[in-house]
């Protein structure tokens, strides 16, 4: 039998072991483990919430302190000791000083094992009063004078645990409100502790102009009063009163005859008198002009100014630059035609973009009038394709002035994309290329939607400098909200970093504060704001902004500064390289870009991409690009008014949608910015005219769909004509921009894009062209792909516009009808496409409320399917197999 030992260590430890059994553990149980507060008006008591501490052991246990951490405090029933299985309270109060959230615990400390216990505290301080916007203000933009916008809402929250007395509620004539509180000292008018009540504003503008103001309201509750800052433009519901003078830039030859032409606005008589270079009716040196306005040229070159002046007030006319010369500029519109076999196509000649009807001659491939070979012309300009395919050339020609200029005709039989077979990857469509301007006035996460379900996932922004610097602390609930609402929909966003806050405006000279459109005067102390921005955007909403423009518009009236190019690049060079050190402090990587231009410039873009201090920190380069402005409201889609068409302009090659675009990127293939020629090309700014009245098209439900159609095919098409790649963005303005400019809002018999209060938005004629070329619905272009190896009859000056790409899941062909002809039977043929299938879809933009579709059959022929469509005049048809 062995013997058993216990070393000393274990015997000690059987004998404590012995004698807790028979004194009875010392336990405690505490419940809850841990508390959150609602939040609590800053300065004051919360209601206690209670901890209960058990005593679960055999005999009582000592409790030698129990105490919670500020802004949290206990009061306690619970003595020094607490008997076996008895019970005692502890009474948490929270009371915040500050509006934050807070951390803490109740800890309890005694002779019970695990000694001390601790219970977990949170809650949130809010100010007494809080309010929606908080601290953030409202900027309304832009709103016609005496008319009432939409009206935002602000909501007061009482967070007290006392009734709230709201004495008064002030604003100005340009922001009236309506309110649900009640005002008074009375206790039933008082707003009780945790409830709510609303102010709802409207800006109705007084005068043009910005309006600024505060909505103040006074209460009982320390931090009174609430002051909510306002904000917004007034703006013309109708042109000011004034002269057009048509056609607006002439040239023509010493002695020869034109008849100029005027309209007026805002005034009660129309009768004008002329002058030429402040000469009432001219001179023979200038050239002399009749009240009619027929005006002589004189014997000698040169550059005059012809004016008409009202005849009921002086001070209000409108002018033409003219240019005599020996060399007038002799055009032919279209510059190119792609027309079905038998189709017609109308030409007309131009001196310097006037129709020139006197005099002139046709001629097809050399033959006057042209044969049934070449297609023929009459004198007045319309020809017929032949019934055969081909490639023929127009001439025109002027024998007074000397001049031929001709135009090159596609006449197809069948519209062909060769899709390489879906191998062919030279072209990249990048994801997202289309977008919105104007997100901050989008007001909903479901309006947004409403956009991102077309495909429309980025959307530009104003930064709100002004209202989130007001003072040189930021308030970041301004853009916060927007950003909130952004995220929520699964947007993207582009930050114009844009304005200067009230304390970095200058206090003397021509851009004397208030003006938030002057340039900062200390550009590092902006520099440091757009710095922290990104570092905002980074930690708050990461991933959410990746492109930040530098200002808008800086080269026109975007900025006030005395030199706006010098002054723009050293903001550029302040801002660009500390907003990117940010970044990279944060683990992030963004896109900074500008010089945002007004319309195209080679001297800005040349300067930003070759300054030392500006070309290292240029990742893209963005432009607008409005084919007409204030002046040019008349302009109509295909008729020559004393301005070319919007028709002509959007594919004129000097200055149309395409040629801007590529002397754009023909300067960024010559910059000494880090990517050299494969630096992205924004264009952040799109439309019809860039001025806030009715035109011609820009809502139509006509040829809305037909412009924004043809102004994509041009540029996706850029690639056909030699430029390097297609556009990394395409931001249509706007999203929202009453009133004229949107792309979802209230349909009503203006369509003026107004957000009627409560009114659901629903999408205007434009919105069904992105919807169609985008979003996964439809032809999925939003997730990037790749344009086809070629296509038969590109997009160019008249006929048909077609385009054709493929993305992951399909090929795809668009084909447009800019025209008032209507074909029928034309063929569309699938090249080497990526797929083998008798059958496809045919959708069409139907009245510019919504997009049809039907089932189209295929006939194959080695690698190519074809199938025959017809193909209305003023139409957007898109065909997809898969």
Request: charged share 10%.
């Amino acid at each position: 039998m062995s013997e058993c030992r216990i070393p000393r260590a274990g015997l000690f430890s059987l004998l404590v072991l012995s004698i807790g059994s028979a004194l009875g553990a010392q336990t405690l149980t505490v419940s809850p483990k841990q508390i959150s507060f609602p939040n609590q008006a800053t300065g004051q008591a919360s209601a206690p919430s209670q901890v209960s501490i058990t005593n679960t052991g055999a005999s009582a246990i000592g409790i030698s302190a129990i105490q919670a951490a500020a802004p949290f405090s206990e009061t306690t029933d619970c003595g020094k000791s607490l008997a076996a299985g008895a019970t005692c309270t502890v009474y948490v109060v929270f009371t915040p000083s500050a509006a934050q959230y807070y951390t803490g615990s109740l800890t309890i400390t005694g002779t019970a094992t695990g000694s001390p216990q601790t219970v977990a505290l949170a809650g949130s301080g809010v100010p007494p009063v809080s309010f929606t916007p908080a601290q953030g203000g409202y900027y309304f933009y832009n709103q016609i004078v005496s008319t009432p916008s939409t009206p935002q809402v602000v909501t007061i929250i009482n967070n007290q645990s006392m009734s709230l007395e709201i004495s008064s509620i002030a604003s100005s004539a340009d922001f009236p409100f309506t309110t649900t509180c009640t005002i008074g000292s009375q206790p039933q008018n008082e707003l009780a502790a945790g409830k709510s009540c609303t102010v709802s504003l409207e800006f109705d503008p007084q005068a043009l102009g910005q309006r600024t103001a505060n909505l103040t309201i006074a209460n009982n509750a320390p931090g009174s009063p609430i002051v909510v800052p306002l904000q917004g433009t007034g703006i013309a519901g109708s042109p000011a009163a004034g002269v057009n003078v048509t056609p607006p830039a002439p040239c023509m030859m010493q002695s020869q005859v034109l008849q100029f032409a005027y309209n007026t606005t805002g005034l009660s008589n129309t009768s004008v008198k002329w002058y030429v270079d402040g000469l009432l009716n001219g001179s023979a040196a200038v050239g002399t002009i009749s009240s009619s306005g027929l005006y002589t040229a004189p014997t000698s070159v040169g550059t005059h100014v012809v004016r008409a002046v009202s005849v009921s007030n002086d001070a209000v006319s409108g002018e033409a630059a003219l240019n005599v010369t020996q060399t007038p500029t002799f055009e032919i519109y279209p510059y190119s035609a792609s027309i079905p076999a038998g189709g017609q196509q109308t030409f007309q000649a131009q001196i310097c973009m006037v129709p020139d009807t006197t005099g002139i001659t046709f001629t097809v491939d050399g033959v006057a009038g042209g044969n049934a070979t070449t297609g023929t012309i009459t004198s007045a300009g319309v020809y017929t394709a032949p019934a055969v395919a081909g490639t023929h050339h127009v001439l025109v020609t002027n024998a007074k002035i000397g001049k031929t200029t001709g135009s090159d005709v596609t006449v197809f039989s069948s519209i062909v994309a060769d899709f390489g077979s879906r191998t062919f990857t030279s072209y990249p469509v990048p994801a997202d290329m289309f977008g919105t301007g104007r997100g901050e006035s989008i007001p909903t996460t479901s309006a947004r939607q409403l956009l991102t379900s077309a495909g429309l996932n980025d959307t530009r922004l104003n930064a709100q400098i002004p209202l989130v610097y007001a003072s040189e602390t930021p308030n970041w609930p301004p853009i916060d909200a927007l950003m909130t609402t952004l995220q929520a929909a699964g947007q993207h966003a582009m930050l114009q970093m844009v304005y200067s806050p009230s304390w970095l405006q200058p206090t003397t000279g021509p851009c004397v504060a208030p003006n938030e459109y002057s340039a900062p005067t200390n550009v590092n102390e902006w520099a440091q704001i757009a710095a922290a921005y990104v570092h905002h955007m980074d930690t708050t909403f990461p991933d959410v902004v990746t492109d930040y423009e530098i200002w808008n518009e800086p080269n026109a009236t975007g900025m006030c500064a005395g030199d706006h190019l010098q002054t723009y690049l050293a903001i550029y060079a302040a801002a660009a390289p500390a907003m990117k050190t940010q970044a990279a402090a944060d683990g992030k990587t963004i896109r900074v870009g500008g010089p945002v231009l007004s319309g195209y410039s080679a001297l800005w873009i040349s300067n930003l991409l070759t300054n030392a201090d500006t070309a290292p920190y240029v990742d893209f380069i963005s432009y607008h690009q409005y084919m007409f402005g204030l002046t040019g409201l008349p302009v109509q889609w295909n008729t020559y008014t004393g301005y070319p068409s919007l028709y002509q302009e959007t594919q004129d090659p000097s200055v149309g949608a395409w040629a801007n675009y590529d002397k754009v990127q023909q300067q960024v293939a010559a910059g000494k910015q880090p990517a050299g020629a494969k630096t992205p090309i924004y264009v952040t700014e799109f439309n019809t005219n860039w001025s806030y009245f009715q035109d011609c098209c820009r809502n139509s439900a006509t040829y809305s769909p037909v412009w924004n159609a043809l102004y994509a095919t041009d540029m996706l098409d850029s690639v056909y004509k030699g430029t390097a790649k297609v556009p990394d963005k395409l931001i249509y303005f706007a999203g929202s921009a009453y009133p004229w400019f949107c792309m979802i809002g209230v349909q009503d018999k203006n369509s003026d894009c107004l957000y009627s209060a409560g009114a659901t938005p629903v999408p205007y004629p434009q919105y069904y062209v992105y919807d169609l070329l985008a979003s996964s619905h439809y032809l999925g272009l939003s997730a990037g792909g790749y344009m086809a190896k070629s296509i038969s009859t590109p997009t160019g000056g008249g006929g048909l516009a077609t385009t054709a790409f493929y993305t992951a899941g399909q090929d795809a062909i668009v084909v447009t009808n800019p025209t008032g002809t209507a074909y029928s039977h034309i063929v569309v043929t699938f090249a080497n496409p990526g797929f083998s299938t008798t059958q496809g879809t045919l959708y069409t933009i139907e009245d510019g409320v919504s997009i049809g579709s039907s089932t189209v059959s295929f006939s194959a022929l080695g690698t190519s399917l074809s199938t025959t469509i017809d193909v209305p005049a003023y139409s957007v048809q898109a065909i997809s197999i898969k």
